[in-house]
């Protein structure tokens, strides 16, 4: 036992020492936990670029849309053009100098809209319809009331005395769809912080099999197996030390995402025993594809790759909820989506053990087939390094 | 010039037979490429289905009226109204799934409206919701911006003087009286990535810093290994060695990523354009990645630390260029961005896309070259900390 603890002290320590880490495995998720925050979860409602000269049309136009929200750049025309094609605003508005200066003298205009392909275009396009039929009903407001025979100054006083009067007619939302339940309550942080703790923790223990392999390739194995440490010893020693590895990177996101983002884990020693089983998991395919391979440099790319594709595949990177449905059965095959499925039940739904027992055991079961095979495989290996 | 073939020659042979460069360069970002487009494909999809949505408004409020049919008349989404009893009914209908929007619209909604005490409509998103849903309840909100807009008019009236009777009239004119401002379909740009297209490129740009860096980082690890020292005591230059790395760097970058753009191309059925243009772009973009890359390789002290700055600069350069995702970035940003080379790559390609030739890819190639000219200077003057140390 004490071998054991000495090797999974040993890799632990060097894992920590490797200064590709201080990136990779402190900085980089977080980076990614606030990107994904500040992309998919604020406030915003599509971004809209406006060109045009500047005067009343175009001022008035961007506060309409800033008033819904609407993120608003101005551009030139060719500038408008190229934010939409890249994907950079959902929609482009074009004002010409002429409806600028029909606005200003109160007559007819047209205003172009260039829509863009994004998913959310269609609607930033009616969110421009809506601004501009907002700028229409200002001035037909005033034409009326000018037209009823009000002083044009008086009226404009009159109107302005009556938005304050007049509580405009609203709607209220609700969704009652199993997709909006699910993300109810998720503060912005949340869905990410879940999803890139899972994408880690298997991407760092991957990542690191590599140390296995040059274990091997520097002698270090071969010299561990002279000293009286049996290859059980050094096997079980390896086993726990790909877990720490795994366990520490999850440990370190979900306290780092806790306190800089105030991210909710819910029940956290639920939580934190589901990232445990789930590094568990990620330890046994690491044992595996170090013993496997016998190429370190190989083992990093087919390590981060599979992590990456296991990843995206298990809903580490887009929300499984939002998958198609056959889609959706076919994630299950990777164990990123069950501990996605547990880690919910724990985050939003306030699960308890019970709940979450049948994806605790399909990770469990994963878990101990990717250990027995991976130490059978690294036992072979290191009668192979001898 | 003999030397140099040799050296490329005999690095390219052990980088293929190093399996490494093939799995970092073709099989991880043509997995990833595929994974992504099964994931997140349906949200690139923005065809808007036809939308069902149901509603219950009091009988004989002639505003309520004039408010569901306002909406109803939306034409950018084909709308099928379900009349229901009561609001309980227009929840159970959502609730079932038969459609996919409920408005409910509340007793006495015309009066509290015109007494200027804002009523609630009440929009009820069931599982069948989508985004034609999102474009009815934009319309929704139009239409009743614009009854608020009688309202105000007809309280104006009221504090502005005009006879009690001709409020109605002022109300009714707030609507017309103005000038028409009509929203028109602009001309679009044609340089414009599809969701398919900005992935392949997205993942043949993100992965080209880490199939180069196996070309030029090759450098310190001959260094590490020794190998580099008895390259440098043969009778040639040393400047020599140096740009065979260069050259495998090169071609191993040209390779991958035209075998990308190809087999991506291919696969999601996505056209960029023809084939000089894209060719120009891919030895543009391939000669920026070297250039940094040599920048790395002088101020790491070893490959492992070159390793990490590569894989660093690789994400940092890839995810910024909206390899996974557009970037929103506006100002200052939005510049800093555009300068980055991978960033120039994918705009050239939707340049490329639209029909464009090699005389329309001037900003994105002078971007490329530019950076790749300036990294070649940054990598002659910083100093060699490998060989300092």
Known sequence: MRAAVAITRVELLRFLKDRSNIFFVFIFPLLLVLFIGAQFGGGSSGSVAVSGPSGALRDDLVAQLEDADVDVEVADADGMRELVARGRADVGVLLTAEASAAYDDGDDLAVQVVVGNQAQSQVSAQQVQTAVDGLAAAQGRLA?????????????????????????????????????????????FDYGAASQLLLFVFLTSLAGSTTLI?????????????????????????????????????????????????????????????????????????????????????????????????GALGGAMYPIELFPDTLRTVAHVTPHAWAAEALAEVQRHDGGLVDILPQLGVLLGYAAVLVLVGAWLLRRSLERAL | MRHIWIMTASDLRQRVRDKSVIIFALVVPLALMFVFDLTFGGAGDIELDPVDVAVSAPADDQLAAGLLDGTFAVDAVEVTRVDAADADEVRSLVDSGEVALGVIVPDGFGETLTSGAGPVVQVVEGEASNLSSSVVITVLEAVLDRLTSATVAATAGAVAGVPHEELAAVAEAAATAGPRLAVTEGEASTEQLSFSGSLVAGQAGLFLLFTVGFGVLGLLAEREQGTLARLQSMPMRPGLIVAAKGLVAYILGVVATAVLLTVGGMFFDVGFGALLPIAVLVLCVVASAVSLVFVIARLARTAEQAQISQSILGMVLGMSAGAFFPITAGGFLGTLIDLNPIAAFMHGLGITTGGGGVGDIGQPVAIMLGFAVLAAAASRLVPDRGAAS
């Open chain 1, 144 to 188: 009326a009331l000018v037209h009823a025979g009000a002083d044009p100054a008086a009226a404009e006083q009159a109107l302005t005395v009556a938005a304050e009067m007049v509580r405009p007619a609203e709607i209220e939302v609700t969704n009652v769809s199993e997709i909006a339940q699910e993300f109810s309550g998720l503060g912005q």
């Open chain 1, 214 to 310: 040059q274990s091997r390739r520097l002698g270090v194995t071969r010299r561990t197996l002279a000293s009286p440490v049996s290859a059980m010893q050094a096997v079980g020693g390896q086993v726990v030390a790909r877990l720490a590895i795994g366990a520490f990177q999850g440990v370190y996101i979900m306290a780092a995402t806790s306190l800089l983002f105030d991210v909710q884990w819910g029940n956290l020693p639920l939580a934190v025993l589901v990232m445990v089983v789930f590094a568990l998991v990620a330890a046994g395919a690491a044992m595996v594809l170090g013993s496997v391979l016998d190429n370190d440099a190989a083992a990093g790319g087919v390590g981060v790759g599979l992590s990456l594709v296991l």
